[in-house]
């Protein structure tokens, strides 16, 4: 019994009247973990209730601790009849298991029920007392720190990046389960909720195991899936990135420790052997250590003439032979892949990373200075699957035994379901891998893995930018961050990332290279895609913004196989169009490089959509990028000459207006100080993907737009026509906002602390009548850029301001039906000095960035993420804490309010970034990673469709910000809305919305609170931060 | 292609204090995107009309889902559901409360029942102000009505505990509920002349003087259980005015008065012979409302009685307010003179409260 989880439920207030005679409630409460219930006494005729029970204490092992929720069940107490249930409160119990985090739960939660929403709150105490077990066979992974957020998070230094962690877990879903017949949607919603819950802590758990074995103490960029198969089950899944981090206690112990090694790092981080099998396995954990079998009739395998069609479009690159002569060394990874294909043998990185571990991919999307050496461009790789039924007669989901639920025991009778998930996502990491691979890099950043399910199909997607790793961070068995070794001395500043890896005589694809236009040494593209943040040290001319490319094909009706290969068939087509018009805009906005970029294809019924979403920004080392031309096709009319001319023009036009509008005036650099151009100059792109239904079949799409020198548009048919004008139509922000979704918008760095966070939802219908692809493009652009500019109408109170991580996901939840969801966080920032900032900015930024890596060169932290006084902001001088506007939370926190779990409500900031602007992030309390169900049988009479969602999500909020409270917090940061799933039947008055949200806990303080004695540091310490800041932390 | 569901959540509710107001004054979503549009903001702002809809929309949507809380201000400020900054929270509260002048002069006396309910209609009619708008308003005047009317204390302080209004605010609902307990009649054509202002003027002085409450000699009274109540006016001192007859009765008294009276204020007054001709006419006015006030009819007539037997003489013969204020302190001054009258602290619980109550319903 290694731990003992106390609960005490102090008092309730704000109840529904349960009984109509009296207009009052009785009310008691049942506290649930794992199989035991205690429960109050029933507080008679108040909706204000004060139990204020004893102490219900909880013997459980520590592996019940971490998978279980806690259970907290209001109910009204009813002597004739059944007692009505009031609503339920979840808590995760986990950040009381690790000791830097919360040290009690404590506050007031929303009783929520899926049926009637947040009915009443309560306040409830929740303490752990853990005992030290050290068994080594255990279970469980308490202990381990997770972080959502995509980079090492502040106050922390790590000391070692160990690399791909990744998990899943398979379930029967609950809502498709034969007793859902004759169960109350209430019941079978909380089953649902009860379950994920469950197997989210069941995951975190075994994540947490892997993480141990490879001895790393916490996972960042934490990223947990959860794909609802319909009849063939529910799939929760997690990636994440392992590191070893230490808390940085105060400015001058962190410095030390960089130079001595703690006895932790002497540890091989990367023990040569990854096999799964160290973990022991007990007999109650599933663990996936079985030779994974490919089962074909599992996964649906393409045809191979399908293929073709992807060959037909683009030459094939010699993946496999393109650069094996220039890599040497004996790839000798023991993959625990038994399929292991023959690229893992005849590859080898120069820098013997990916002997390593399986997967040489990291989740994080910004890096400790000098961790990224170069990068190569976009991978991605998708495929196309068929969910198959579960068959398992022998489970049955018996409901009063919680046990049931878990995986363990209904995975005896499945053992081969999560292998073929497994499988899946091994398949396709195994591509990105090879695709990282013939860009001659051996790591890939900025990783992220999705899904979109539409009947029994699936597309699983995966994303990351390839890139090459500083070797000597990751060398065996050699200290990690080690001070005397430097950054290759002769690695340019801001412009290292952006030369090429590769060889560029072996080049995997037709690229157009030249010398670099900082440094003038290396070789670099001329465009460059990422799906990272921009490095904080990058050299950038003006200011970024948000670039969007919309797409939707239709696709026939079709069943089962069919239907996957008619998607098959799609993709490759959207890819090419997707990436087309990413280019275009790009270049219509005279922008050469584009940051956080996120291709998402969903599919529905009949149609698909693509919708990606970038950050365009100008690399002053990379070339200014060249107009757009176009051709008409028929050039003796004299008219369309005109037209076209037109057109050209109306192009032209529009870029040197974007060029004004985001200033991007970089220096003139004649053509002889830049060298003569390489041989064979061709315009290239860096998307490299593709698609596979199987791991042995890969082809690859080569986006390249043939040998053209200037971007050339012909205009052929009427498609085309519409094309150009659909690159026009874009408008750009209103004056004052600008957007972006990276953490930071760069060219910007004077924020306020006003910031506010927001998610919008529309769903649009389209007319069924002759819906043709250039009328469902024009829908589904007018619906993205509608919902923009009512974003920037509603958030005008904020000007200037930046709407920063613009999140947008699109989904068909029927036919006929587009949804779109955006998440981001508008941030007020102080104009007088963006001017003033502005217009030296040129100079600025090369010369910032010099700066920077001199700092860095003379304290080269290369792991330490960031200093304990460092701030992402100068501080003070730009920060207006107090500002009124009607809007911003600024103007009426309560400035030194520590955030306590009393009876009044305390301000909980959320963000989607990882810092607050203008504070100082002190304590990580823990990951919130919540998931709700919110059913309604009288959508009428809740305002609709949009009364609905409108109510639930503002409940969302709030129960995270009721859960960030009791944690002692006062903001949520890596705030995100995984998933927002949406469905109706206006017919039955029916509606219900799935929703599941994560984010980082955590205790700010404001800047201007900080004693003045620390925000005074040596500036030699401080500075490299604090300008890294200015572009992002 | 038509918008199924179009809705925006932010961590912190927006509040558009323009659209807040459009709402309060009941106006529908299409009229309120209209009045918007005329006032210029798509120029302003480059924003469509479809915009404005959908933000109207979800402005409205807001309000709804907060008109649950505003019902009970207390809510507002321990909910969890939208975060609102307190400064915020406090213009909802003080917005939603808000009234118009020219609504609560028609209700305003009148009994908070259905029946009144159901005369809205011609109220709306009547004063232009939309019937969603007039609901609201008599909803807030009865719900603030219930809550207070059982309860101890000052009126004032338990309606601003209980309803989070500004002083200001707070002090109208107590006039307003003190006019609907009373009932009085504040409708009649020779009332109009008369504001809300007015009334709550008079209102104000009665609660401190003529209630239960305001028997408790102190404020600091350390018996809280003391039936204090500022709603009913005290029935033992609405009695012991009947004493005050003998001032209008007794022919001595009466012209011993006068001669006092007018002996103070010869010379002082612009209307003096005016005055000294109709002394004994006022004051025959103004003791017989006191000595009528026994009745609940009566009473509800006070403002009528008083306007009738005071206000309107002097406007006919043209007396200034000042000379009112100097006739008036005269008045009730010149009765600690009269060695035959017993009540003086009647007279002057009584008089006190009415000439103030008398120099603010003196306009024209």
């Known amino acids: 019994m290694p731990g003992k989880l106390k609960v005490k439920i102090v008092a309730g207030r704000h109840l529904p009247v349960m009984d109509r005679a009296s207009d009052l409630t009785d009310a008691f409460v049942e506290v649930k973990f794992g199989n035991t219930t205690f429960k109050t006494d029933v507080y008679l005729k108040s909706l204000n209730p004060q139990w204020n029970s004893e102490w219900f204490k909880f013997e459980v092992d520590d592996e019940d601790l971490q998978d279980e929720p806690l259970q907290i069940t209001v109910l009204d107490h009813d002597t004739y009849s059944a007692n009505d249930a009031i609503g339920k409160v979840y808590i995760d119990i986990d950040p009381l298991l690790y000791s830097e985090a919360a040290t009690v739960i404590s506050g007031w939660f929303p009783i929520y029920d899926t049926i009637h929403g947040i009915r009443g709150e309560i306040n409830v105490v929740v303490k752990v007392d853990l005992f030290n077990d050290l068994n080594r066979f255990r279970q469980s992974s308490c202990g381990v720190k997770f972080f959502c957020t995509t980079s090492i998070p502040k106050c922390y230094r790590a000391v070692i990046i160990h690399g791909f962690v990744e998990e899943l877990v398979v379930n029967e879903d609950p809502e498709y389960q034969w007793i859902d017949r004759i169960r109350t949607p209430r019941a079978s919603n909380e089953a649902r909720q009860r379950l994920i819950s469950l197997m989210s802590g069941e995951l975190q758990r075994k994540i947490g195991l892997k993480v141990l074995e490879m001895r790393g103490n916490a996972v960042v960029g934490y990223l947990q899936c959860f794909d609802l198969e319909g009849e063939s089950g529910l799939v929760v899944r997690a990636i994440g990135t392992a590191c070893t981090l230490d808390k940085l206690s105060s400015p001058a112990a962190f410095l030390p420790a960089c130079n001595s090694p703690s006895k932790e790092m002497k540890e091989i981080p990367f023990n040569e052997d990854p096999n799964p099998n160290t973990h022991s396995s007990g007999p109650s954990t599933p663990l996936k250590n079985q030779t994974y079998s490919f089962s074909p009739s599992k996964s649906y395998s393409r045809q191979s003439s399908s293929s073709d069609t992807d060959l037909s479009l683009t030459p094939k690159t010699g993946m496999g032979s393109g650069s094996a002569g220039k890599e040497g060394g004996p790839f000798k990874a023991l993959l625990r892949q038994q399929t292991q294909s023959a690229l893992e043998q005849r590859g080898g990185s120069p820098h013997k990373f990916c002997r390593r571990r399986e997967f040489p991919f990291f989740t994080l999307t910004a890096f400790p200075p000098g961790f990224l050496v170069h990068v190569g461009g976009v991978v991605s790789a998708r495929s196309v699957k068929l969910l198959d039924r579960i068959h398992n007669p022998a489970f049955v989901g018996i409901m009063g035994n919680t046990r049931s639920y878990k995986l363990l025991d209904w995975n005896s009778f499945n053992s081969d379901e999560p292998e073929t998930r497994d499988a899946w996502w091994a398949e396709i990491r195994q591509e990105i891998k090879s695709h990282a691979k013939a860009l001659g890099c051996h790591a890939v950043v900025g990783y992220s893995e999705s899904t979109s399910i539409c009947e029994e199909v699936c597309i699983l997607s995966a994303s990351g930018t390839a890139a090459v790793l500083n070797p000597r961070f990751l060398q065996d068995g050699t200290v990690e961050g080690c001070l005397e070794q430097r950054l290759e001395e002769n690695l340019p500043a801001g412009c290292g990332f952006c030369h090429i890896p590769y060889d560029e005589l072996n080049m995997p694809f037709p690229a157009h290279l030249t010398y670099c236009y900082n440094c003038r040494k290396q070789k670099v593209p001329d465009v460059l895609f990422t799906t990272i943040d921009l490095p904080m040290d990058a050299a950038v001319i003006g200011k970024g913004c948000l670039i969007q490319a919309r797409l939707c094909r239709l696709k026939k009706k079709a069943q089962a196989e069919a239907n996957a290969t008619a998607i098959s068939n799609l993709l490759p087509f959207m890819e090419y169009e997707v990436h087309t018009q990413l280019m275009n805009k790009l270049k219509l906005k005279g922008m050469n490089a584009l940051f956080g970029l996120r291709i998402q294809i969903s599919v529905g019924e009949n149609m698909l959509m693509g919708l990606a979403s970038a950050t365009g920004v100008y690399l002053a080392a990379l070339p200014t990028p060249g107009g757009i031309q176009i051709a008409g096709k028929t050039p003796n009319d004299g008219s369309y000459e005109q037209h076209i001319s037109h057109m050209q023009k109306k192009i032209n036009d529009t870029i040197a207006k974007n060029k004004e509008l985001y200033e991007i005036n970089p220096p003139e650099i004649s053509e002889e100080i830049i060298g003569s151009p390489i041989p064979e100059p061709r315009q290239r792109s860096r998307l490299l993907r593709s698609q596979s239904e199987s791991s042995d079949e890969v082809t690859e799409l080569d986006l390249s737009h043939g040998k053209k020198d200037a971007f050339v548009l012909e205009i052929d048919d009427t498609d085309a026509m519409e094309d150009v004008h659909s690159l026009l139509t874009d408008v750009p922000p209103p004056s004052g906002f600008y957007s972006c979704n990276t953490e930071i918008m760069p060219g910007i760095n004077n924020w306020t602390s006003e910031i506010q966070m927001f998610t919008s939802v529309r769903v649009i219908r389209l007319s069924s009548l002759n819906l043709t692809n250039q009328a469902l493009n024009k829908n589904f652009n007018d619906l993205c850029e509608n919902l923009l500019k009512s974003l920037y109408f509603k958030l005008r109170s904020m000007i200037p301001c930046c709407l920063c991580h613009v999140n947008f996901t699109v989904s068909l939840p029927e036919d006929e039906l587009i949804q779109v969801t955006v998440t981001a966080v508008a941030i007020t920032f102080d104009k007088n000095q963006a001017l003033q900032t502005t217009k030296t900015h040129a100079e600025k930024s090369l010369q910032r960035a010099s700066t920077d890596n001199e700092e860095l060169l003379q304290f080269p932290l290369e792991l330490c993420s960031d200093s304990l006084p460092s701030h992402p902001f100068p501080p003070a001088k730009a920060v207006t804490v107090e500002k009124a506007s009607p809007v911003g939370e600024g103007n009426f926190r309560n400035r030194s309010s520590p955030p306590c779990a009393n009876s009044t409500v305390g301000v909980v900031k959320m963000t989607p970034l990882s810092f607050i602007p203008g504070a100082k992030i002190t304590k990580y309390l823990g990951i919130i990673n919540m998931f709700f169900i919110r059913e309604t049988t009288s959508l009428r009479e809740e305002g609709g469709v949009s009364g609905f969602l409108h109510a639930f999500i503002a409940e969302v909020f709030a129960m995270v910000r009721a859960h960030v409270a009791a944690l002692g917090g006062n903001a949520v940061v890596s705030y995100i809305m995984k998933q927002c799933v949406f469905m109706e039947n206006p017919n039955k008055n029916q509606a219900q919305c799935l929703i599941n949200v994560s984010g980082d806990a955590v205790v700010f303080v404001r800047e201007s609170e900080l004693e003045v004695v620390s925000t005074q540091q040596p500036a030699a310490n401080c500075q490299p931060s604090c300008t890294g800041g200015e572009v992002t932390t | ?364």
């Not at chain 2, 309107?312 to 010149?334: G, I």
Request: aromatic fraction near 10%; include cysteine.
């Open chain 2, 1 to 364: 292609m038509t918008s199924e569901l179009d809705i925006f959540v932010g961590n912190t509710t927006l509040i558009d204090e323009d659209v807040y107001r459009l709402w309060l004054d009941g106006y529908s979503v299409s009229d309120a995107v209209a009045l918007r549009v005329r006032s210029g903001i798509l120029e302003q702002t480059g924003a469509t009309a479809a915009v404005l809809q959908s933000d109207t929309m979800d402005h409205y949507r807001t309000f709804q889902m907060l008109e649950r809380l505003l019902h009970a201000p207390p809510k507002l400020l321990h909910q969890l559901i939208f975060q609102i900054p307190p400064s915020r929270q406090a213009l909802l509260i003080e917005r939603y409360y808000a009234f118009d002048e020219a609504f609560v002069r028609e209700v305003l006396g009148k009994k908070l029942s259905k029946g009144t309910k159901k005369d809205l209609d011609d109220i709306s009619t009547k004063t232009g102000i939309t019937l969603k708008s007039c609901r609201r308003q008599f909803d807030n005047f009865k719900r603030v009505f219930k809550v207070v009317e059982e309860m101890r204390g000052s009126l004032v302080d338990n309606i601003q505990q209980h309803f989070l209004l500004s002083d200001r605010l707070a002090r109208d609902y107590a006039a307003i509920v003190f006019f609907a307990n009373n009932r009085f009649e504040t409708g009649k054509k020779k009332l109009q002349y008369l504001s809300f202002g007015d009334f709550a003027f008079c209102a104000e002085l009665m609660i401190q003087n003529w209630t239960l409450g305001a028997v408790g000699e102190a404020p600091t009274d350390p018996d809280p259980q003391a039936d204090d109540m500022d709603m009913d006016l005290d029935k033992e001192f609405l009695q012991d005015l009947k004493e005050l007859k003998v001032l209008v009765a007794d022919k001595d008294l009466l012209d011993l008065h006068k001669s006092l009276v007018c002996t103070a204020l010869r010379g002082k007054l612009g209307v003096f012979s005016e005055m000294e001709a109709n002394f004994k006419n006022l004051s025959r006015g103004l003791v017989n409302v006191a000595a009528k006030l026994t009745h609940n009819k009566d009473v509800r007539d006070l403002f009528v009685d008083l306007v009738e037997k005071f206000v309107e003489p002097c406007r006919s013969d043209h007396w200034p307010l000042n000379d009112v204020r100097l006739f008036l302190n005269q008045y009730s001054a010149s009765v600690h003179s009269l060695d035959g009258f017993r009540h003086q602290a009647l007279w002057d619980r009584y008089m006190g409260t009415l000439r103030g109550c008398l120099l603010r319903l003196c306009h024209d």
